[in-house]
């Protein structure tokens, strides 16, 4: 079990929940969050993101990763006042 603050993630039953509330989240979205909590604290910049959850590198411009990160902030800010995630312009992701 991965807690960060009233955020809990099960990676082995794929389960999310923030402040007992369950959170679904689709296949792809889950690691990108494990992942988050794994590296809290710290900015994720989108390329790391595409190369350690969709295991290739990735060298387009596209904004996939904008695309997923926001819809798991979505997803985690509903019912809450501030979002976990944070975007740090220019650099990346944190989870704050």
């Given at each position: 079990?991965?807690?960060?603050?009233d955020l809990?993630i099960?990676?082995?039953?794929h389960?999310?929940?923030?402040?007992?509330?369950?959170?679904a989240?689709i296949?792809?979205e889950?690691?990108?969050l494990?992942?988050?909590?794994?590296?809290?604290?710290e900015?994720?910049?989108?390329?790391?993101l595409?190369e350690?959850?969709?295991?290739?590198?990735?060298h387009s411009?596209?904004n996939?990763?904008?695309?997923?990160?926001?819809?798991?902030?979505?997803?985690?800010?509903?019912?809450?006042?501030?979002?976990?995630?944070?975007?740090?312009h220019?650099l990346?992701?944190?989870?704050?």
């Open positions: 079990m991965l807690t960060y603050r809990e099960n990676p082995a039953a389960l999310v929940s923030r402040v007992k509330r369950r959170i989240l296949p792809k889950f690691p990108v494990e992942y988050l909590l794994h590296y809290r604290g900015v994720v910049d989108r390329h790391t595409l350690q959850v969709w295991d290739y590198d990735y411009p596209g996939i990763a904008d695309v997923f990160i926001a819809l798991i902030r979505w997803k985690i800010t509903i019912g809450q006042e501030r979002p976990l995630i944070q975007t740090v220019g990346g992701y944190k989870l704050e």
